[in-house]
């Protein structure tokens, strides 16, 4: 299975700038599955509710996500993106999943980050799975990179893959990465953008690049700089994730002592 | 507070040589806490349960304990170490938390790696912390940092410092201490041997050395070598590591959304 990130700046507010973008970079692109980072078709930092309302778009009815279908159909690839979700009068931080026969799945972000709980509802369905033949894929949103559980729960469900659309400011997620497809023995793939927002007065953010696909052995196959624009893709062995032995003692699954670790924090 | 690690290179089997050299090492020590590596007064490549039942000890009144005891009251210290205990026949990986006072209390290793499995009883009593008065400190021994429900569950009971006594021989544990450092927002101790142990024909077990304390917020307070030997000291602010701010929107604890992660495996 051949899979693919791609790292680039995406102009705030400009949908039709993004998408093209998106659409032109992928033409020339050969993948079975493309990872693109968070909020890829609208930019990060929002300024009201009204705007968050007014750029977000309903799942997979939308522009977005049916212009991302449109590549998937005619590429024969599959594609995990960030897209600003609206439903109802409630807006999500959302990954799409999507492949050549159209919409998969989504994922609404759990954890949400700063100022995106003034313009977001957090999702509310956890971390799922999807079997998707070559491999079994999950998604996760930036953020929750530093929620050990996240990335947990989607190896616990059966993930080879863990999609990674991301907005990163902080400097921890690549090595943090590494820590994630160690303990669970997983491929991780996390689509990260580039670039400086500020807007409205806000606080500069700073996107650090150095997206990266990491492999169930903790090996860094392939890592962009930090300002640094394109796509990148590499060949998984999906197997080498179902194999969860460290050694020939030692099987992730087999030794983990569910009975013994506290889920819940002492509150005195 | 100010906290130590002692990185050394173990004789195995030469208890006595051993626990000359933590002797006469920490008579120049000046700290409120030290931790020592695991299995540090035997040496960890046992060859037979015989082996492993003639060198371990009772605790508290194994000689290690006591000696060790003996330190902690004359320097007013605390020390966290790894000690092979035995109980009736069955024999642990275990480490103690001594003080001024004596016996604080013991982990016995709940993950036990490769070989471990022949020779030690795996733990039974999970992640346990206790409140010292500058700090609440809970220990984890070696490769229970590849589970993050180790470090996770030390956190959510309360833990401020993870005492991490190891004989590390994978690549991975220096930088995933990191992470677990910022996903708890704790303070991390591992104190790793040096040197090789190649006993009764085995392959060489070659110990990584890297010792380190880690901070809340991710930084590497010290760092030993991979082959120096001898104790590090540093001043920690446990205030820190109750601070589990990492936004001013975001709380670790506050953000975690228990229900919807996933803790056990699907088996289909």
Redesign the interface.
């Known amino acids: 299975m051949k899979i693919g990130i791609f790292q680039f700046f995406s102009k705030f507010g400009e949908k039709e700038y993004n998408l093209n973008r998106i659409e032109n970079v992928l033409t020339h692109v050969d993948a079975d599955l493309l990872v693109l980072p968070e909020l890829c078709t609208t930019g990060y930092q929002f300024i009201s509710r009204k705007e968050v309302h007014d750029l977000s778009e309903s799942i997979p009815d939308g522009e977005s996500t049916r212009r991302l279908m449109a590549i998937c159909r005619r590429k024969k690839m599959h594609i995990a993106a960030g897209v600003s979700e609206r439903n109802g009068d409630d807006c999500y931080n959302t990954s799409v999943l999507l492949g050549p026969e159209g919409y998969i799945g989504t994922y609404r972000k759990?954890?949400?980050?700063?100022?995106e709980?003034l313009w977001f509802q957090?999702?509310?369905?956890?971390?799922q799975?999807w079997d998707l033949g070559p491999a079994k894929v999950g998604m996760m949103i930036c953020?929750d990179w530093?929620?050990?559980?996240s990335a947990?729960?989607l190896a616990?469900?059966?993930a080879d893959l863990i999609c990674h659309p991301s907005n990163l400011v902080?400097p921890?997620c690549p090595?943090?990465m590494?820590?994630r497809s160690?303990?669970n023995r997983v491929f991780t793939a996390t689509a990260n953008r580039i670039g400086c927002e500020a807007r409205g007065g806000k606080s500069p953010l700073n996107f650090t690049g150095l997206s990266q696909v990491t492999d169930p052995s903790?090996n860094r196959m392939i890592q962009f700089g930090s300002e640094e624009e394109g796509v990148k893709t590499v060949r998984i062995d999906v197997t080498l994730a179902r194999n969860k032995h460290?050694?020939?003692?030692?099987d992730?699954?087999e030794?983990?002592?569910?009975e013994?670790?506290?889920?819940?924090?002492?509150k005195?």
Chains 1, 2 share one sequence.
């Open positions: 759990i954890h949400l980050f700063d100022e709980k957090p999702g509310t369905e956890g971390f799975v953020f530093i929620f050990p559980e947990r729960s616990l469900a059966g902080l921890f090595d943090a590494i820590t160690v303990e903790g460290i050694t020939s003692r030692n992730l699954w030794d983990r002592r569910e013994l670790y506290q889920e819940t924090r002492n005195k």
